[in-house]
């Protein structure tokens, strides 16, 4: 059977009957509308549909329709893939209640999803605070392996003060630094030479060429125009 994309947008404004329309199809027929949804719908509706939707989908079956909501919201974020302003999020409604609703609702596994799949996004440190707190990570420890797993500007930056809460444990850091180096790309590496610096970290070898003066690394931390000026890759 073929699918009737007319019904299931016209669906999308009473999201229950959605989800027993979806109840009823084949595997097939669930993939392809999953595919539709994701790529087509969901982009473009208003938020109040969107959200309305993101949350009963996601409440009915996360397995199942996380991934498709997931594909949706950075679509809609960023459909030409630049960075998401903090007036943009805003415009998006990412901070309403329904998506509040859902990141208390998150597992591990979803909120490795979600984290993934909206960091690298964002423009504004201040911004993947917001979404870290928000999907449960109240302290900044915590948040060392998702930051780790993307390569942006504002999360590095992050990462160099979560890095403050384990600054006791300098294996951790060193391997840090190490995992950083090995991506073999500029802006990594110049993280890794910071970090090296910032915490003493005499045993990691490399060729580096970054020079800070103690009060300069001070400021690098406190200020993300002081950390862009430095990391000028």
């Known amino acids: 059977m073929l699918l009737d994309v ?6 999308l404004e009473t999201p229950q009957q959605l989800l027993a329309y979806l109840a009823e199809m084949s595997n097939a027929q669930f993939r392809n509308a999953s595919r539709v949804l994701g790529e087509r719908l969901l982009p473009s509706v208003g938020n109040d ?13 996360r397995k199942a329709y996380l991934g498709t909501l997931l594909k949706a919201l950075v679509l809609r974020l960023s459909p030409r893939g630049a960075e998401v302003t903090t007036s943009g999020l805003e415009e998006s409604g990412i901070w ?15 909120r490795k999803k979600v984290l993934l799949a909206l960091l690298p ?17 109240k302290e900044g420890s915590a948040w060392i392996p998702f930051l780790l797993q993307v390569q942006s500007r504002p999360c590095y930056f ?14 951790l850091l ?4 190490h995992f950083l180096m090995k991506r073999g790309d500029g802006l ?23 020079s800070l003066e103690p009060y300069q690394l001070a400021r690098i931390e406190q200020s993300y125009d002081a950390f862009l000026q430095t990391m000028k890759v």
């Open 6 to 11: 007319r019904k299931l947008a016209s669906l």
């Open 174 to 177: 060193i391997r840090t630094c």
């Open 188 to 210: 990594s590496f110049s993280m890794a030479s910071l970090l090296r610096l910032s915490f003493g970290l005499e045993e990691v070898r490399g060729t580096f060429s970054l």
């Open 49 to 61: 549909v969107f959200w309305q939707n993101f949350s009963t989908l996601f409440l009915s079956d």
């Open 121 to 137: 996004l964002l423009a504004s440190p201040a911004d993947a605070e917001r979404l870290l707190l928000q999907c449960g990570l």
């Open 158 to 171: 992050l990462l160099l003060k979560a890095l403050r809460y384990v600054e006791h444990d300098k294996p």
């Open 96 to 110: 309403e209640p329904e998506f509040v609703s859902v990141c208390a609702e998150l597992t591990d596994t979803d």
